[in-house]
Every structure is written in C-alpha cells, then in structure tokens.
T-cell receptor, first 113, second 112 residues
Framework: DARVTQTPRDKVTEMGQEVTMRCQPI?????VFWYRQTMMQGLELLAY????????DSGMPKDRFSAEMPDATLATLKIQPSEPRDSAVYFC???????????FGQGTRLTVV | AQRVTQPEKLLSVFKGAPVELKCNYS??????LFWYVQYSRQRLQLLLR??SRESIKGFTADLNKGETSFHLKKPFAQEEDSAMYYC??????????????FGQGTILTVHP
C-alpha cells in the first residue's frame, strides 16, 4: 500500500532554531504539495512542485521558509529561523499531473516555543 | 486568483438528520472541485470529485456554476461521519495547472 511518508511526526523546537521537515512522495508521482494547517486558515498551500521544479511558492514566507526537491524521492521544507507563529501541522501530498487525486502524508506537528 | 471559502468552521447535527456543508469558490476558468475528509488521527483522503458525479458513503455534491458553489450533502447523517471536511479546487489549465487550493475546513459533529 503506497503512502506518502513524512518525518518527523512531531517536532518541538526553540524559537530561532532551524527546522527541516521531510517528505517521501509515492513512487512515480511527479507533483508534490506542501500545506500548513491551522485552525484559523485551514489548509494553506505553501508550495508545489512538478517534476522537481517549483511551480508556485507564493504562499510561503520567503524570508524564512524554503522548499526543495533534491531528488524525486525527497521533498524538504525548511524554516530558518523558526518563530512561535510557525507552530502548525505541515502536510505533504503527492499526485500525478493528469490524475486529480492528491495523496496526503500524516503531517508533521511543529511546535515552536 | 483561485479561492475556496467554507463559511462554517463548526457544524453539529443529530444522527439521522440531513447535513449540508457549504463551499463557495472563485476561479476564472472551468473548475475541478473536490471534497476531502480527515477522520480523527487519520490522514486527509479524497471523498468525492465533481467530475465523477458519484455518491460516496451517502454523500453527494453538485457543482453549481451560477452560484459558484459545491455544497456537500447527506440526507441522513451517521455518527461515523464526524470529521473535518475540506473543499478543494484544482486549477485545470494555464501556468498553474494542477494547483490544489483548499478551504478553511468544516468540523462536522454528529451527535447520537
């Protein structure tokens, strides 16, 4: 049963520290999304990639956030420096360009104290 | 810019009652609309998509282009329907092809 895998599941860090979240998309999927989930905003799209190229990262605070796909099996989301307002659940999802369904990972719950 | 709005953060109904979760969208092209569901301690999963015109777990949703809405309905709610529901819009063309935008989500609670 192919699934999107995210690590870590939970992360507690101090303000100012660097945070790296990782995502392994389903093998063969060429589209990867990063979302942030909060009670107030719901699911906000931070960035998405196709064939490892960033297509849209307009939802991402550029001064502290960065998203990359070093290879087809790994997507990363980094926050440097982290701030308490970054506390949220971060989801990764993958899919195929021609397939309408996105498959989600279980999320990384980030707490910045 | 594409946008999805779910006006209700919380919705409570009793078992057996009808339920409707509202979703409105703004999009300049021809939209692809979806409903995703997140049960407690589980990952988000696709519930249904408008192009399939299907009924999943008793839920249906009709795309109304005139009202730019895609409301999710079920005639008789069950306790196991309690979950977070997200409406989503997928960009079907142009430079942002495949971009998937979600609404704020609605927490549905079905009481016994």
């Amino acid at each position: 049963d192919a699934r999107v895998t995210q690590t870590p599941r939970d992360k507690v860090t101090e303000m100012g520290q660097e945070v790296t979240m990782r995502c392994q998309p389903i093998l063969g999927h060429n589209t990867v999304f990063w979302y942030r989930q909060t009670m107030m905003q719901g699911l906000e799209l931070l960035a998405y990639f196709r064939n490892r190229a960033p297509l849209d990262d307009s939802g991402m605070p550029k001064d502290r956030f960065s998203a990359e796909m070093p290879d087809a099996t790994l997507a990363t989301l980094k926050i440097q420096p982290s701030e308490p307002r970054d506390s949220a659940v971060y989801f990764c999802a993958s899919g195929l360009a021609r397939n309408t369904e996105a498959f989600f990972g279980q999320g990384t719950r980030l707490t910045v104290v | 810019a594409q946008r999805v709005t779910q006006p209700e953060k919380l919705l409570s109904v009793f078992k057996g009652a009808p339920v409707e979760l509202k979703c409105n969208y703004s999009y300049s092209g021809s939209p692809e609309l979806f409903w995703y569901v997140q049960y407690s301690r589980q990952r988000l999963q696709l519930l249904l998509r408008h192009i399939s015109r299907e009924s999943i777990k008793g839920f249906t949703a009709d795309l109304n282009k005139g009202e730019t809405s895609f409301h999710l309905k079920k005639p008789f709610a069950q306790e196991e329907d309690s979950a977070m529901y997200y409406c989503a819009l997928r960009n079907a063309g142009g430079t942002s092809y495949g971009k998937l935008t979600f609404g704020q989500g609605t927490i549905l609670t079905v009481h016994p």
